[in-house]
């Protein structure tokens, strides 16, 4: 595996060391959640909102100005439950960051697979990510090695 650290979404969200990041859930109605992200003395690093009752699920995540850093969409009737990640609210592709689908379309355990750009129809994932949304923890792994851990609190 590499050494080299990889840019996602942008260079502001890489660091070069391990970082704690509290992970915080607010409902605001039945069917829509607000996910905050801190580091660990509490500074508010990013948001994530969108509703879950719609044909097709979006997702936006804000930085601490409530500036859109990435907007997740859900395609809909896809077999392996795939996103698509572009940066901001774009859906254009020249903005296209990601994929994101589910490893075993049969699988109830949620292990999801990362193909960075349009890259995953030409080789393997470039993560994957292994948890569980009941207690939303979830292991990013790239290569064998775990790269991030997210722990939800309160």
């Known amino acids: 595996m590499e050494d080299q650290m990889v840019t996602v979404v942008g260079e502001r969200f890489c660091v070069p060391y391990t970082m704690e990041l509290v992970v915080k859930r607010k409902l605001q109605s039945f069917s829509k959640s607000l996910y ?38 859900e395609k809909a009737l896809s077999w392996k439950h795939q996103w698509m990640i572009h940066q901001g609210e774009s859906s254009e592709r020249n903005h296209f960051l990601c994929t994101v689908q589910k ?16 890259r995953y129809k030409d080789h393997g994932r470039d993560f994957h990510v292994t948890g569980s949304f009941s207690s939303l923890s979830f292991k990013v792994i790239r290569a064998n090695t775990v790269i991030a851990e997210v722990l939800l609190t309160g």
């Open 36 to 73: 905050e992200a801190f580091d660990a003395t509490g500074n508010f690093l990013l948001q994530v909102d969108g509703g879950v009752w719609k044909f097709q699920k979006k997702r936006v995540m804000k930085d601490p100005a409530g500036l859109p850093v990435a907007t997740l969409r």
């Open 103 to 118: 490893s075993n379309a049969l699988r109830i355990k949620n292990n999801l697979d990362v193909f960075l750009g349009n």
